[in-house]
Structure formats: structure tokens, C-alpha cells
């Protein structure tokens, strides 16, 4: 699947079927977030991949946002160096990573946004650290409809030269 096709046909998939991600599968989503461009090749994130069925199901309870976390069989924290940029890096690297996830038929789902100090200790994360989203990995439990969405108008969010003038 290429980059657009991914790009518009992903959803976020929230319950999970009961299989693993295969290791070469999961090193290809990391890596894809590892290859992530960074502002000025900081590269300010790490990231923790979990497969720990206890550490899941604890994770899903530090994060309110993030109880399905419990019943996916992958999930990847991204860490991050307090850095001027690393939030707008680490959010480009989840999202490398998930749409390689996506190309590969696994679906996800982020959980969280900073302010995650819960998370720290259960995955050994540095106090001078903040821990950006625990992103959830797995085969989508039903068919995902790709590519339905309801997303508005592209004329009503895209701009041409100047804010307010029709793109289209």
C-alpha cells in the first residue's frame, strides 16, 4: 500500500483480534518511526514496545483514554527528551508509525498526550522525561471499513495563498 492509499483509507481501531504481531512486523512499525524526520535530526523520542499482556492491561489503567490498550497485543510508548521541538517529532513519529502499521493490516489507536507521569515508573522511564502517547497495535477485531470517513469538505479546511480563499 503506498503512502496516500495508507494516508486515506487508515481508522483508528480500537478493539483487536487475539494475535501477535509478528516480530518483523512490529521492528518494521518501529523503524518506521525511528526514520521519522526530526527538527534540526534531534531524534528526541524512545520508544518502549510492550507485548507484555500484565504491562498492557496495567498501561490501559494508567491512561484514562486508554483502556483498550488492555486487549491489544502490542503497544508502543513514545518517550521523549524535553526538547524545543520533540512533541511536533514524537507526533510525527507515531504517525509514521501507524501508518506503516496500517499498510501492514494492523490497526492502532493513540492514547494519551503528555502528562502521563503514571506511565513512568511501570516502564522505567526517566523522571526528566515526559512520556508523549501510548499507542495501541493490533488486527482489527471487525473488517475496518477503509477509506469511510466522515471528514469535512476539503474546500471547507483547505486555503489557496491566503486563509479564506477557495483552494479548489
Do not use: C
Not at 2 to 8: K, S, T
Not at 123 to 135: E, R, W
Request: net charge positive; no cysteine; glycine share 10%.
Amino acid at each position: 500500500m503506498d503512502a496516500y492509499e495508507a494516508a486515506r483509507t487508515a481508522l483508528a481501531v480500537r478493539d483487536y483480534q487475539d494475535k501477535p504481531v509478528p516480530a518483523d512486523v512490529v521492528r518494521r512499525i518501529v523503524e518506521a518511526g525511528r526514520l521519522t524526520g526530526s527538527s534540526i535530526n534531534g531524534q528526541p523520542w524512545h520508544f518502549i514496545v510492550v507485548r507484555d499482556r500484565d504491562m498492557l492491561r496495567r498501561l490501559a489503567g494508567a491512561i484514562g483514554s486508554g483502556p483498550f490498550i488492555a486487549d491489544a497485543p502490542l503497544a508502543i510508548a513514545v518517550a521523549l527528551e524535553r526538547t524545543q521541538y520533540a512533541v511536533s517529532d514524537g507526533s510525527r513519529a507515531i504517525q509514521s508509525m501507524m501508518l506503516a502499521a496500517w499498510s501492514e493490516g494492523v490497526g492502532s489507536n493513540w492514547a494519551g498526550f503528555l502528562g502521563m507521569e503514571a506511565v513512568k515508573p511501570l516502564l522505567g522511564i526517566p523522571k526528566n522525561m515526559d512520556v508523549l502517547a501510548v499507542v495501541a497495535f493490533g488486527y482489527p477485531a471487525r473488517p475496518a471499513g477503509k477509506g469511510v470517513k466522515r471528514r469535512k469538505a476539503l474546500a471547507e479546511v483547505a486555503h489557496r495563498e491566503r486563509f479564506g480563499q477557495p483552494f479548489a
